[in-house]
């Protein structure tokens, strides 16, 4: 058969060939339908269920829920989504709110800060950031923790020591702070860290943890350490709260009836040896006592432990039934990597290094009594590196 047979036969059969798909162009309604039912799909995907209605479960689900249902009362959205319902979400019945009626969309949209609604479901005119995504998808991960009852005590707990004054919130500031046992508050809910799972490297090359997370709502969450991190951080509210005082070492305020019992104080030398004399605005001497401080620096020319010179007093606080020697040890330890290398003769000629002199801006150690007085000075040291103090590894 010729070539020109063979075109005049392509040319009859083409007349039977079925038209070319045109590939699918939708309007900005329809984009906004489908976009709003894949939302519904990955929450399927990711719990294993079609999204419900009711006050105890999560903002976000409850929206879908509502989404949904008006999904399915509309014909032309039941049409359009059909291909990609692969899951049969439209065709299932949704679970009744027996004692509810049908949440309010707008209701539910005003919740959610900066997401506007309309009554028609394609009029959800916010398009949520990645930043935004990622929060709602953090939030949406937190299921009913089924064995509640064992942490309920530790939360009641936790309440009554904030109102005794055992227990303080403070900034959040470091990830170190975030171990099992930690309480923080989180979105407004106290929140418990109650397991930690191995330390890894992700993928841009910084440690990272699973931990079971517990929330006062009787929910709870695998978050990651750093997205807890950038939870607590990103919170205007977010807080730690502190571990309660661990005795009257670390008390700041005299019970009714008790004694002052100590004093901490800074000194600064007015020895005229050369390294002092060039630093002398960070060399200091930290020191606690029982008795008067004056008493305690009198005839401070004639003492090594006071570089044969004399002294003043930067700064003093007060502390109440406290141990001072342990006091004292305490921030001796979390300043030893400063501790003040010197070596001087004494009155009699032999060679003394004084042992309470530390090379630290004075703003250093008020920052260390603040964190006597929080009761988490235990889990600090100061860096000279860093010029300030760093938490435990």
Sequence with gaps: MSNSD?????????????????????????????????????????????????????????????RIDRLRAQEDCL?????????????????ATPDEAEPNLDELAAELAGVEADDDITQLRHVRSAEEKRAADEIARRDKCHDFEKFKPLFEQVKQELASGARVTRPFELKAEIRPGAFFIVGGLITYVAEMGEIFTNAQGRTDARLRVIFDNGTESGLLMRSLQRQLHDDDAGRRITDPAPGPLFADRPEDGEAETGTIYVLRSKSDHPFVAEHREVVHKIGVTSGAVETRISGAEKSSTYLLAGVDVVATYKVYGVNCQKLESLLHKVFAAAQLDLTIPDRFGHMVKPREWFVVPLSVIDDAVERIRDRSITSYRYSPTDGQLVANE
Excluded: C, M, W
């Design 79 to 95: 049409a359009l989504l059909l291909e990609i319902d692969r899951h049969g979400l439209l065709a299932l019945p949704q679970a």
């Design 6 to 66: 063979l075109d005049e036969l392509a040319d009859e059969l083409s007349e039977f060939a079925p038209p070319k798909k045109k590939q699918a162009t939708y309007t900005s309604r329809e984009e906004r339908i489908i976009a709003g039912f894949e939302d519904i799909v990955r929450f399927y995907e990711e719990h294993g269920r079609a999204p419900q209605h009711g006050e105890n479960r999560d903002i976000f689900e409850r929206l879908y829920a509502v």
